[in-house]
Protein backbone atom coordinates (compact mmCIF):
# COMPACT_ATOMS: atom_id res chain seq x y z
CA UNK A 1 0.00 0.00 0.00
CA UNK A 2 1.52 3.04 -1.26
CA UNK A 3 1.39 5.88 1.68
CA UNK A 4 3.00 9.51 2.28
CA UNK A 5 3.18 10.22 6.11
CA UNK A 6 3.54 13.78 7.31
CA UNK A 7 5.55 15.30 10.56
CA UNK A 8 7.24 18.24 11.80
CA UNK A 9 4.45 20.68 11.69
CA UNK A 10 4.10 23.37 14.80
CA UNK A 11 4.06 26.44 16.63
CA UNK A 12 6.72 28.98 15.53
CA UNK A 13 7.57 32.56 15.77
CA UNK A 14 7.87 34.83 13.24
CA UNK A 15 11.37 34.69 11.84
CA UNK A 16 11.84 31.20 12.75
CA UNK A 17 12.75 27.62 10.73
CA UNK A 18 10.94 24.15 10.51
CA UNK A 19 11.49 21.05 8.77
CA UNK A 20 8.32 18.94 7.39
CA UNK A 21 9.15 15.14 6.62
CA UNK A 22 7.00 12.94 4.56
CA UNK A 23 8.03 9.47 4.55
CA UNK A 24 6.91 7.38 2.14
CA UNK A 25 6.27 3.58 2.32
CA UNK A 26 5.02 1.24 -0.38
CA UNK A 27 6.88 2.61 -3.05
CA UNK A 28 10.29 4.00 -4.24
CA UNK A 29 10.44 8.23 -4.18
CA UNK A 30 13.07 8.12 -6.36
CA UNK A 31 10.29 7.67 -9.57
CA UNK A 32 8.27 9.78 -8.39
CA UNK A 33 7.83 13.69 -8.30
CA UNK A 34 7.07 14.62 -5.47
CA UNK A 35 5.26 18.10 -4.52
CA UNK A 36 4.24 20.28 -0.97
CA UNK A 37 1.34 22.04 -1.20
CA UNK A 38 -0.89 24.45 1.44
CA UNK A 39 -3.96 24.87 2.50
CA UNK A 40 -4.74 27.79 5.18
CA UNK A 41 -8.04 28.20 6.62
CA UNK A 42 -10.82 29.87 4.40
CA UNK A 43 -8.40 29.49 1.40
CA UNK A 44 -8.45 27.40 -1.90
CA UNK A 45 -5.20 25.04 -1.60
CA UNK A 46 -1.90 26.48 -3.21
CA UNK A 47 1.28 25.26 -4.17
CA UNK A 48 4.59 25.39 -2.22
CA UNK A 49 7.06 23.77 -4.18
CA UNK A 50 7.87 20.39 -6.21
CA UNK A 51 11.05 18.64 -7.57
CA UNK A 52 10.94 16.38 -10.04
CA UNK A 53 11.53 12.55 -10.28
CA UNK A 54 15.23 13.07 -11.40
CA UNK A 55 15.76 16.29 -9.70
CA UNK A 56 16.41 17.86 -12.82
CA UNK A 57 13.30 20.12 -12.43
CA UNK A 58 12.18 22.39 -9.25
CA UNK A 59 9.58 24.91 -8.74
CA UNK A 60 8.57 27.37 -5.88
CA UNK A 61 5.93 29.50 -4.87
CA UNK A 62 6.60 33.28 -5.40
CA UNK A 63 5.56 33.52 -1.86
CA UNK A 64 8.28 31.15 -0.62
CA UNK A 65 10.89 31.63 -2.87
CA UNK A 66 14.19 31.94 -1.33
CA UNK A 67 12.56 31.01 2.19
CA UNK A 68 12.13 27.38 1.70
CA UNK A 69 13.94 24.20 0.18
CA UNK A 70 12.41 20.84 -1.19
CA UNK A 71 14.73 18.23 -1.23
CA UNK A 72 14.42 14.21 -0.61
CA UNK A 73 16.42 12.16 0.77
CA UNK A 74 16.83 8.45 -1.38
CA UNK A 75 18.40 6.25 1.39
CA UNK A 76 15.37 7.47 4.14
CA UNK A 77 12.79 7.23 1.41
CA UNK A 78 11.23 10.57 2.52
CA UNK A 79 10.94 14.03 1.26
CA UNK A 80 11.27 17.35 3.08
CA UNK A 81 10.47 21.16 3.04
CA UNK A 82 12.94 23.41 5.07
CA UNK A 83 11.04 26.98 5.66
CA UNK A 84 13.06 29.44 6.85
CA UNK A 85 12.16 33.29 7.71
CA UNK A 86 9.05 32.13 8.53
CA UNK A 87 6.05 34.90 8.07
CA UNK A 88 2.45 34.72 9.92
CA UNK A 89 0.83 34.13 6.38
CA UNK A 90 2.78 30.62 5.84
CA UNK A 91 0.37 29.43 8.45
CA UNK A 92 -1.49 26.61 6.79
CA UNK A 93 -2.21 22.62 6.75
CA UNK A 94 1.25 21.48 4.63
CA UNK A 95 0.65 18.27 2.62
CA UNK A 96 3.22 16.17 0.79
CA UNK A 97 2.02 14.79 -2.51
CA UNK A 98 3.85 12.46 -4.90
CA UNK A 99 2.99 10.50 -8.59
CA UNK A 100 4.48 8.99 -11.39
CA UNK A 101 6.67 11.31 -13.13
CA UNK A 102 9.28 9.45 -15.27
CA UNK A 103 6.23 8.99 -18.15
CA UNK A 104 4.80 12.03 -18.08
CA UNK A 105 6.09 15.93 -16.20
CA UNK A 106 4.13 15.75 -12.94
CA UNK A 107 5.70 18.69 -11.31
CA UNK A 108 5.36 21.89 -13.85
CA UNK A 109 6.08 25.41 -13.11
CA UNK A 110 1.93 26.04 -12.70
CA UNK A 111 2.10 23.57 -8.88
CA UNK A 112 -0.69 22.40 -10.27
CA UNK A 113 -2.29 19.10 -7.33
CA UNK A 114 -4.10 17.93 -9.36
CA UNK A 115 -1.77 16.37 -11.29
CA UNK A 116 -0.63 14.30 -7.86
CA UNK A 117 -2.29 11.42 -7.18
CA UNK A 118 -0.79 10.18 -3.80
CA UNK A 119 -1.20 12.62 -0.93
CA UNK A 120 -0.37 12.39 2.58
CA UNK A 121 -2.47 13.39 5.42
CA UNK A 122 -1.61 16.93 6.73
CA UNK A 123 0.62 18.77 9.11
CA UNK A 124 -0.46 21.85 10.99
CA UNK A 125 2.51 24.71 10.72
CA UNK A 126 1.23 28.11 12.58
CA UNK A 127 3.45 31.39 12.59
CA UNK A 128 2.65 33.38 15.12
CA UNK A 129 3.89 35.17 18.15
Known amino acids: QMQLVESGGDLVQPGGSLRLSCAAS????????IGWFRQAPGKEREGVSC????????NYADSVEGRFTISRDSAKNTMYLQMNSLKPEDTAVYYCAADWGLATPICTAELDGGRFGYWGQGTQVTVSS
Open 26 to 33: GFPLDFYD
Open 51 to 58: ISSRGQIT
